[in-house]
């Protein structure tokens, strides 16, 4: 079985950039690597700190490539994984162990977190437009009554008699110039 597509093993959460997944860099890595293999060239191409967290990245590259490629041999795919889920579910017997291992296997290929893609496809001002329609919808339910737009009064001040005198000076030589 040949997987093409490998998904990120990162398990650790932290404020440390070394177990951070970075899965972009991962990529810019390998694009990178088919033009030059000098670890200096690489740190600059990628946008990395140090050679050392260039090293890390690859290491992190092989371990991502051998998970899954253990994965593959031990023949565990998503099919395995729901079905042992399935059957745990449908026996619910006293089996948290394996299901706690089926949560540990679905978490270290990525699919520990369900998030719905409803917005997908459509463009930013759609977005945009129902988060607002959103914000004024709980603004009315909170507040009981419907949003009335402010209307504010703007009082323009009257320049001072040098400035409107300054102002006819510069016009005319405007006029002047232009006309001329």
Same mark, same amino acid.
């Given at each position: 079985?040949?997987?093409?597509?490998?998904? #990120?093993?990162?398990?650790?959460?932290?404020?440390?950039? $070394? &177990?951070?997944?970075?899965?972009?860099?991962?990529?810019?890595?390998?694009?990178?690597? !088919?033009?030059?293999?000098? #670890?200096?060239?690489?740190?600059?191409? %990628?946008?990395? *700190?140090? %050679?050392?967290?260039? &090293? /890390?990245?690859?290491? *992190?590259?092989?371990? /991502?490539?051998? &998970?899954?490629?253990?994965?593959?041999?031990?023949?565990?795919?998503?099919? @395995?994984? %729901?079905?042992?889920? *399935?059957?745990?579910? +449908?026996? @619910?017997?006293?089996?948290?162990?394996?299901?706690?291992? $089926?949560?540990?296997?679905? /978490?270290?290929?990525?699919? +520990? *977190? &369900?998030?719905?893609?409803?917005?997908?496809?459509?463009?930013?001002?759609? %977005?945009?437009?129902?988060?607002?329609?959103?914000?004024?919808?709980? =603004?009315?339910?909170?507040?009981?009554?419907?949003?009335?737009?402010? !209307? $504010?009064?703007?009082?323009? #001040?009257?320049? #001072?008699?040098?400035?409107?005198? =300054?102002?006819?000076? +510069?016009?005319?030589?405007?006029?002047?110039? $232009?006309?001329?």
């Amino acid at each position: 079985m040949n997987i093409k597509t490998l998904k #990120p093993v990162v398990f650790s959460t932290s404020q440390f950039n $070394y &177990y951070r997944n970075n899965v972009f860099q991962q990529n810019q890595l390998l694009k990178a690597m !088919q033009t030059t293999i000098d #670890p200096k060239e690489l740190r600059r191409i %990628v946008g990395l *700190k140090t %050679v050392a967290d260039v &090293y /890390r990245t690859l290491d *992190k590259l092989a371990i /991502r490539k051998e &998970y899954h490629e253990a994965l593959a041999r031990n023949e565990v795919t998503l099919d @395995s994984i %729901v079905s042992g889920i *399935k059957n745990i579910a +449908d026996t @619910s017997g006293k089996d948290a162990t394996k299901l706690k291992a $089926y949560q540990v296997l679905l /978490r270290s290929i990525g699919l +520990d *977190k &369900y998030e719905d893609q409803e917005d997908t496809g459509k463009s930013w001002e759609e %977005v945009l437009v129902k988060i607002t329609e959103k914000e004024e919808d709980d =603004r009315k339910e909170s507040n009981g009554n419907e949003i009335v737009d402010a !209307q $504010y009064e703007v009082n323009i #001040p009257v320049p #001072p008699d040098e400035e409107t005198k =300054r102002r006819e000076v +510069d016009r005319e030589l405007a006029k002047q110039l $232009y006309e001329g």
